[in-house]
């Protein structure tokens, strides 16, 4: 009986033996991947970091840079394989390069914000009849048409109901008092107002957006693409960087207190106490298969009917959207 009792039990531990060691079949490979600094980049963080304390599969390889043209030249290059840009960049990279990027998921819903020195302005449709300064490097680019969008979607005509001014230096008319009025993206809006006891956020976008948009049309600003090649070549480490990508996102959004001390670590975000107001405003998400491709789809359109050159003239086709 003792024989029969230790053979079961050696039997018992061998088993369970096999099903501890049961691995993960997929492939991991070596990934590299550009980040812009700002909220598109605050997601990766807790991915930078667990691979710099080497607690993941795939080998990781980050550079952050501080221009979105940046980071689509690194992918046009060849010397990035996965990159996180604006999406109507993405669009646009895909019409160019014909096909040769797909978005792998939507890391960033709305990002802008309406600042207000004063306390006058409520909704959209407050401001008519006032001048928005904002950067001038949002002339022609997703901010400008998202504002004009949301102005017209609430019975205002841009550049007569409401003037809109493309400022050099906008930090000076914030600090100055000049622009009452701005529209800013996170993280300068948080910086804005840690430096204006008088500024307040008046309003979010992305939730006047949803006040006028279908349910499945999200104000989706940031995305994660790849090259197709890449993602031909090696299925296995993109699933697991997106499980990856997804459990950092989850991470930054759980604990905004040591994600933000990670974006001053990683150049994402210069300093922690900015981060750390900011990373809250950041609309940080993780979309991908079909739910991306349809409520990408619809913003693209959005953006498309209203000026086609914003997505690179033409919607992308199905193949842009990468659905596992």
């Not at 993960?24 to 600094?37: L, S």
């Not at 107001?277 to 609309?283: D, R």
Request: with cysteine; hydrophobic share 45%; proline share 4%.
């Amino acid at each position: 009986m003792k024989r029969v009792l230790a053979l079961v039990l050696a039997l018992v531990l061998v088993i369970g033996a096999f099903a501890g060691c049961k691995k993960d079949k997929r492939e991991p490979g070596e990934v590299r991947i550009t980040a812009i600094a700002g909220p598109t980049g605050v997601g990766m963080v807790n991915l930078m970091q667990k691979s710099a304390d080497g607690d993941t599969a795939n080998e990781y390889t980050f550079n952050v840079v501080s221009d979105p043209t940046q980071a689509v030249a690194a992918i046009t290059n060849g010397d990035a394989d996965i990159a996180a840009v604006p999406t109507n960049l993405a669009s646009t990279l895909y019409k160019k390069t014909e096909g040769k990027v797909q978005v792998l998921a939507v890391n960033t819903l709305g990002v802008l914000h309406i600042l207000e020195r004063g306390d006058g302005i409520k909704s959209v449709k407050n401001l008519k009849g006032k001048t928005i300064y904002t950067d001038a490097k949002n002339k022609g680019a997703n901010p400008e048409y998202i504002l004009r969008y949301l102005l017209e979607k609430n019975g205002l005509k841009p550049d007569e109901d409401v003037r809109i001014e493309f400022a050099a230096d906008l930090d000076a008319l914030m600090a100055s008092g000049e622009a009452k009025i701005a529209l800013v993206p996170e993280p300068k809006a948080s910086t804005y107002l840690m430096q204006n006891k008088g500024i307040r956020r008046a309003l979010n976008l992305t939730e006047e957006w949803d006040k006028v948009s279908d349910e499945n049309c999200a104000l989706m600003m940031g995305c994660v693409i790849a090259r197709t090649e890449f993602i031909e070549k090696n299925p296995d480490a993109v699933s697991l960087f997106l499980e990856d990508y997804m459990a950092s996102i989850g991470a930054v959004k759980s604990n905004s207190e040591a994600a933000a001390a990670l974006c001053e670590t990683y150049k994402i975000i210069p300093k922690a106490a900015v981060a750390r107001q900011a990373i809250p405003n950041c609309g940080l998400v993780y979309v991908a298969g079909s739910t991306m491709k349809t409520r990408l789809s619809a913003y693209l359109k959005v953006l498309y009917d209203y000026n086609p050159a914003a997505i690179g003239g033409a919607l992308p086709k199905d193949d842009f959207y990468y659905v596992g």
